[in-house]
């Protein structure tokens, strides 16, 4: 896959952390979508760098969905932990 669909990938993979971690995040939409894209690439990376899942060049593979999905859910948690705001 080319940058375009990680980017892609990573906005969509972002889009579906958000549905299953809602909440009020930070840094709203472009915040999300950032630590989507992030989170692709970071899914994809840790896959195939210790999962001994080398990264395929189908845009529809199933694992490297879960991968990107996985990366930005962990992105998400850590950034709210980070720098969440209090609920008073």
Excluded at 12 to 41: M, S, Y
Excluded at 43 to 56: E, V
Aim: hydrophobic fraction near 50%; proline fraction near 5%.
């Amino acid at each position: 896959m080319g940058i375009i669909s990680w980017i892609v990938l990573g906005l969509l993979a972002g889009a579906i952390a958000k549905v299953l971690l809602p909440g009020r995040d930070p840094g709203g939409f472009i915040g999300t979508t950032v630590i989507g894209i992030a989170g692709a690439f970071i899914g994809g990376w840790y896959s195939a760098r210790y999962l001994d899942r080398p990264i395929s060049n189908d845009f529809y593979d199933g694992p490297t969905w879960v991968a990107a999905i996985g990366g930005s859910l962990a992105l998400l948690v850590v950034y709210r932990l980070l720098f969440g705001h209090s609920r008073r």
